[in-house]
């Protein structure tokens, strides 16, 4: 059994349509993190936003995660980029 570990790293502003690039590091390298990204400005009927994540091994005890996050509607949307730690 293992535990599971959440929180929000940080938040975000987009404008309609645009797309940013964040990172956070000096993550454990031997640690599952799965990165995510949840709007706090409600929209109803579509998806608001599209994100990547990409790993960087920083050194050989740590990584450094890239996000990248795409406004996927006409209006300005803010957000929380949360992570959980799975093991």
């Not at 956070?24 to 936003?49: C, M, Q, S």
């Not at 994540?53 to 005890?61: D, F, G, H, L, M």
């Amino acid at each position: 059994m293992f535990a599971v570990f959440t929180g929000t790293q940080f938040t975000g502003t987009l404008a309609p349509g645009q797309t940013k690039r964040w990172f956070t590091f000096n993550w454990p390298a031997d640690r599952h993190i799965v990165w995510y990204v949840v709007p706090t400005t409600p929209k109803n009927g579509a998806p608001e936003l599209d994100w990547d994540t990409e790993v960087e091994r920083a050194s050989s005890t740590h990584c450094t995660y890239w996000i990248t996050v795409k406004n996927l509607t006409s209006v300005t949307v803010t957000f929380e980029g949360r992570y959980a730690v799975l093991n």
